[in-house]
């Protein structure tokens, strides 16, 4: 099942983020990231409603909880930064190698998959950062962003890693919550210090807020629940596939071409989601 929730996770994450995309040239990334977290927290919070599903929570996991989203947060935020500032060509597969921070401090903290699994990994995470490569990376590429897309690793990593800490006591419902309300509120800050606070979203983009932010709260429980019926390492090397799957549709809707060289990360995704499932 871990596997299957881990491609569910790279699946949700993909979809939601071809579809905001859209929304963030029309809007901007800062309203539309609060308008997709305002509509995940709702989401979220309906399912709490049905299956509150809180084990034994102590003040302190609480915080840790809190403690982890901000450090989500920073990513994102930074993701966006290199993006804005970068060659998307460099910081994109730079920022999807966050799957390698979490399955170092996963193996450092005891994880033992079997070596068929782990070159599977590798394999998906290297397969990632081909298809991921734009055809034009050649062309004018840049520097700028790529600290940032380093931060990205670094934040998104350590999240992921770090939501095994919080997962027994808070389950996999919750934690999702708490991040979804640090993002909103850390959104909703950033516009306000802009000066620019929430605007009225136009009725033709509600559609599209709405099923992205649902594949995106999807995406999040099915991690959770992913990482805890099997090893985080391999859940995560999964889960990395959603940049993968963003450019695909890329090419599937908005006819952008792949390299040859992109297809070939695709083989080798295959190849790599065949060996972690064995």
Avoid: K
Avoid at 169 to 179: D, E
């Amino acid at each position: 099942m871990g596997i299957l929730f881990g491609l569910t996770a790279a699946l949700g994450w993909g979809l939601a983020d071809f579809m905001v995309t859209s929304v963030a040239r029309r809007i901007g990334v800062t309203q539309a990231m609060f308008y997709l977290q305002l509509v995940g927290l709702l989401t979220i919070g309906a399912v709490l409603l049905r299956w509150p599903d809180l084990p034994a929570p102590t003040p302190t996991m609480w915080v840790v909880t809190i403690g982890i989203s901000l450090i989500n947060l920073a990513g994102t935020l930074l993701l966006y930064r290199s993006f804005a500032i970068g060659t998307l060509a460099i910081v994109s597969p730079i920022a999807s190698g966050f799957a390698v921070v979490t399955a170092l401090l996963a193996l450092l903290g005891g994880e033992r998959p079997a070596p068929i699994a782990i070159v599977g990994a590798l394999l998906l995470i290297g397969g990632v950062a081909v298809v991921s490569r734009s055809h034009h990376a050649g062309a004018g590429a840049r520097l700028a962003g790529v600290p940032e897309a380093i931060g990205v690793v670094i934040c998104f990593g350590f999240y992921f890693w770090s939501l095994d800490l919080v997962r027994p006591a808070l389950g996999a419902f919750w934690p999702v919550a708490v991040t979804r309300a640090v993002e909103m509120v850390g959104a909703l800050l950033l516009l306000l210090r802009r000066g620019a606070p929430p605007a009225r979203l136009p009725r033709s983009l509600w559609p599209t807020i709405l099923v992205a932010a649902l594949l995106d709260t999807l995406a999040f429980v099915a991690f959770n629940l992913g990482a805890g019926t099997t090893y985080t390492s391999i859940v995560t090397a999964l889960a990395s596939l959603f940049s993968a799957v963003t450019v695909l549709m890329a090419w599937a809707i908005l006819r952008e071409r792949l390299s040859r060289a992109q297809w070939a990360g695709v083989a080798v995704i295959l190849c790599g989601v065949l060996l972690v499932s064995l």
